[in-house]
Structures are given as C-alpha cells and as structure tokens.
Nanobody, 119 residues
Framework: QVQLVESGGGLVQPGGSLRLSCATSGLSFSVYAMAWHRQAPGKQRELVAAISSGGSTTYTDSVKGRFSISRDNANNKIYLQMNSLKPEDTAVYYC?????????????WGQGTQVTVSS
C-alpha cells in the first residue's frame, strides 16, 4: 500500500519560514518524480515545485528564490523549504508522486498539510 504523509505545516508570520516533509512508503521512490502542490480556499490546486528522479527542479514563478524542493532517496522523503513566506502562500500543501512508464503510469497524493501565513 502506497502512503504519502506530509508534515511540518502550521501558522507562521509573514517573512517567516517553514519546512515541509513528505514521507513515502510502498513505492520505488527513486524512480518517481515528486512534487508539492497547493490549494488555497476558492482556488484551483496549483503546482508549487517539482523534482525529477534525477534531481532536476522546477518552481512556479511566485515561489522562485523563496522555496526550495529537495529529495532524500535513502529515506524516501522529499522536503519543501519555504522562506520569506507571504500571506498568499496560505494553502493546503500536498505531496505528489508521479511515475510515467512506457506501459503504466502511477500517481499518488498525500492528505495535505495546512500552511497559514498571518500576523
């Protein structure tokens, strides 16, 4: 059974930092592209940052220079370091694992962790 479990969310003041973690189990972690998505109230879910199986990273424009995604293949985890947080970063953050093979594709999601940026 595949599980993705996010942690590290919470309430933080504008300008503060948080580090999100996503622990995975039940999948061949190293071959999966991993990503963080977020969904704010009344808005569609959006991709925040992604990291390929080879370690290449991409970010949505609004978080470039402030957020950093990383992966630990030895421990089957990914992280999202979030600095200089803004109120507009408030959302539920979801961990995603994606594998696209020639025959099969797999897509898994965590349950989400709430991040609230407010004074």
């Amino acid at each position: 059974q595949v599980q993705l479990v996010e942690s590290g969310g919470g309430l933080v003041q504008p300008g503060g930092s948080l580090r999100l973690s996503c622990a995975t189990s039940g999948l061949s972690f190293s071959v999966y592209a991993m990503a963080w998505h977020r969904q704010a109230p009344g808005k569609q879910r959006e991709l925040v940052a992604a990291i390929s199986s080879g370690g290449s990273t991409t970010y949505t424009d609004s978080v470039k220079g402030r957020f950093s995604i990383s992966r630990d293949n030895a421990n089957n985890k990914i992280y999202l370091q979030m600095n200089s947080l803004k109120p507009e970063d408030t959302a539920v953050y979801y961990c995603n694992a994606d594998f696209r093979g020639p025959v099969r594709q797999y897509d898994y999601w965590g349950q989400g962790t709430q991040v609230t940026v407010s004074s």
